[in-house]
């Protein structure tokens, strides 16, 4: 049961225009999401963040949205860069539990075209 | 900086072999992960413990057991490698009084012949 999921493999973009990076959620419970940016032969790292009591969350040229009706996550990077290109995931921590663990999807391969 | 340390980044072991890997992190965070990634698939969660000798299966433990003695490191063991744990392993590290955020190491990439 898959309860976080990007149904998008890859994305092509050209430079300076907006990446769209879409994730769905089956639970409910769920109060806080994060996305990841990874690029081949290195960790995941952390990109930005939103508590499910917000709507919208801002850091410079990245701006995720929830819309928690359709249980819906989106990450808008405007402009995109070809540095941008790297694999995206999403996550939610456990609603309950010691760890707080994550729970991923299955990743966007965002290619940003020069 | 939050630093997560993994041992090897390229091994390749034989079916049927014991491999361990190792990951060591300096920040003091009580819970420590194990993942695959795969293809298609994403960051899949093997184990994970919350405290010292603490462990907790995650998804897709079968093959696959962990130690964790001390708070700053934790090890996975595949007691008899298969095939079908070629695969990109990463450990991670968090702290849940501060968010809970990941910090991952760089990965080890196991081929297992």
């Known amino acids: 049961d898959q309860q976080v999921k990007q149904n998008s493999p890859s994305l092509s973009v050209q430079e300076g225009r907006i990446s769209i990076l879409n994730c769905d959620y089956t639970?409910?419970?769920?109060?806080?999401f994060l996305w990841y940016k990874k690029y081949p032969a290195e960790g995941p790292t952390f990109l930005i963040s939103?508590?499910?009591?917000?709507d919208k969350n801002e850091d410079g040229r990245f701006t995720v949205f929830l819309n928690k009706s359709a249980k819906h996550l989106s990450l808008h990077i405007v402009p995109s860069q070809p540095g941008d290109s790297a694999v995206y995931f999403c996550?939610?921590?456990?609603?309950?539990?010691?760890?707080?663990?994550?729970?991923f999807g299955s990743g966007t391969q965002l290619t940003v075209l020069p | 900086d939050v630093k997560v340390t993994q041992s090897s980044r390229y091994l390749v072991k034989r079916t049927g072999e014991k491999v361990f890997l190792e990951c060591v992190q300096d920040?003091?965070?009580?819970?420590m992960f194990w993942y695959r990634q795969d293809p298609g698939l994403g960051l899949r969660l093997i184990y994970f413990?919350?405290?010292?000798?603490?462990?907790e299966k995650g998804d897709i433990p079968e093959g696959y057991s962990v130690s964790r003695e001390k708070k700053e490191r934790f090890s996975l063991i595949l007691e008899s490698a298969s095939t079908n744990q070629t695969s990109m392993y990463l450990c991670?590290?968090?702290?849940?009084?501060?968010?809970?955020?990941?910090?991952f190491g760089e990965g080890s990439r196991l081929t297992v012949l």
């Open positions: 991670a590290s968090s702290s849940t009084a501060l968010g809970g955020e990941l910090f």
């Open positions: 639970n409910s419970m769920f109060d806080y």
């Open positions: 939103i508590s499910s009591i917000k």
């Open positions: 996550a939610a921590p456990a609603p309950s539990g010691s760890a707080r663990q994550l729970t």
């Open positions: 920040m003091d965070h009580e819970n």
């Open positions: 413990s919350y405290d010292v000798k603490m462990k």
